[in-house]
């Protein structure tokens, strides 16, 4: 486990996944959208981004959390060799994402950009929760299925199944 591509749809808990698992690993931790969005929620033109993230994939070891755009995903999975897909049930993810505005009003979400706006944020990730599970949801099932033969896989579908994934990860790390 050294290069860890951590994806799935909005509200899923990859954020709070990462931070957890880049703790026990002391595998870096690159969260897509401070890389993506600048302080104050402002993209980051393309090409800049992209170039980022082409540098970040040549490092030896990584943990990245997101989903970053379209032509970077299925690079980043590609290149990982571990994938930990978080494919919880829709209503799930459309709870998490309400889950994450009403804490945000306390503070800012984990992983967020600096000052980017929330009301703004939660609108489009609820779009992006029925986008993501309409069109890509589909597609990433079966590139998991198919990664299984080359590389470590963890589909994660539950929470039960990130209990599981968390007993593992420490019986793995104890030794």
Known sequence: ???VAVFGNTGGGKSTLSKRLAAITGLPLVPLDLMQYRPGGEKVPHAEFKAAHDELLQQDQWIVDGFGSMDT???R???ADTLIYLDMPV???YWWVTKRFIKGVWGPPEGWPENSPLVKGTLISYNTVWLCHT?????????VEAAKATK???HLR???GMKQF???IATEFEE
């Open 1 to 3: 486990m050294d290069r």
């Open 152 to 154: 470590q896989v963890y």
């Open 77 to 79: 999975l590609d290149v």
């Open 135 to 143: 069109k890509l949801t589909p597609k990433y099932r079966t590139y």
């Open 73 to 75: 995903v299925w690079q």
């Open 166 to 168: 968390w007993q593992t």
């Open 158 to 160: 539950s929470l039960q």
């Open 91 to 93: 209503l799930r993810h």
